[in-house]
Structure formats: structure tokens, C-alpha cells
């Protein structure tokens, strides 16, 4: 056999083993509890008709391609550095998504910028105990224009990702 013939055999060899696991991974049949990011845009609601007190806000939005009300958030705590460079946070959000719905526990902060990190915890719902994190930065509303895409007019508006960390194992 030349060593051409024999190069081109091992090469086609090669594509049809890797085949099956190209197309597995394009199906998406591959590790179910791999982490995964999910979207997110959310913007200030309005508060509930008694709210709590003290009241530091509600947010609606959207998770990736969802619709209006695909993710909510709260936020349990706020508070402002004394320098005024860093707010401290901590929010309970939702995503609504079927069977891959979720509650998370977060904690962190954002900076005068409106670069925001933080961590937490899934604590009901899908991948329960599973570690998350979120990264968001905020858009300041803009007079007669959306600031962010799928948000309304007018509207101080937040985009980021939920990065959720693999299913503990029991």
C-alpha cells in the first residue's frame, strides 16, 4: 500500500470514529449536568401592593430567549459603601423555565460603574445545591429610547449571565 493510500485511510479512520461523537455533542447528548450560563436582562418593577420594610426592590425580566416574567429577582439587602465605590447586594433570583426552573441565593456587589459580581447557592428547584454565579452590568435609562433589548422605554435596565455550576451529587 502507498503512503499516500495509507495516510488517506487513517484519516477518513479518524473522521468516521470521531463521527458519532460530533454528532452526540451536537444533540446536545453529552454530560446533562455540565455547568451551562443562562441570560438575563431585568429591569426595576413595580413594588408589591404592602411591601416589606425596609423595601430594596423588585426586577422582571427574561432569561435567555424566555418570555416577559422568565426571570425575577428581589433584593433582600442593599447597602452603599461610605466612598460611595461599592454597593453590596444580596437578591434572591428566579428563573422560570420549565423543568429547569430555579430559586438562587446570591450575594455580592457592584461598583460605581455598574459592573456587578456575585455568588450563591440554587436552593429550590432544578440542580438544587448547585453553586452559582452571576455577572451583570447596568444601562442607564435613556429619554425616549431602550437602553436594553427586550426592555421598556425610559428604563434603567441590567444584562448579564447566571453562570450555574454542576448538581451536587447525593
Known amino acids: 500500500m502507498s503512503t499516500t493510500r495509507r495516510r488517506v485511510t487513517s ?12 454528532v452526540a455533542m451536537a444533540e446536545g447528548k453529552g454530560d ?5 450560563a443562562i441570560t438575563f436582562t431585568k429591569w426595576v418593577a413595580p413594588p408589591p401592593a404592602v411591601p416589606p420594610i425596609p423595601f430594596f ?3 422582571e425580566g427574561f432569561s435567555n430567549d424566555g418570555p416577559l416574567g422568565s426571570f425575577v429577582a428581589e433584593v433582600l439587602w442593599r447597602q452603599r459603601s461610605v466612598n460611595g465605590h461599592v454597593t453590596g447586594l444580596e437578591a434572591m433570583y428566579e428563573v422560570v423555565d420549565g423543568d429547569r ?3 438562587a441565593l446570591i450575594r455580592g456587589g457592584s461598583n460605581a460603574a455598574g459592573d456587578a459580581l456575585l455568588e450563591g447557592v440554587i436552593l429550590a428547584g432544578w440542580r438544587a445545591g448547585a453553586r452559582v454565579q452571576v455577572e451583570f452590568q447596568t444601562y442607564p435609562a435613556i429619554v ?3 437602553s ?14 447566571i453562570h450555574v455550576g454542576r448538581a451536587p451529587r447525593d
Open 57 to 59: 426592590g423588585l426586577f
Open 101 to 103: 426552573s430555579f430559586s
Open 11 to 22: 484519516l477518513v479512520g479518524a473522521i468516521v470514529m470521531l463521527l458519532p461523537v460530533s
Open 32 to 36: 446533562p449536568n455540565r455547568p451551562i
Open 144 to 146: 425616549g429610547a431602550i
Open 148 to 161: 436594553c433589548e427586550g426592555a421598556p422605554e425610559n428604563t434603567r435596565c441590567f444584562v448579564g449571565t
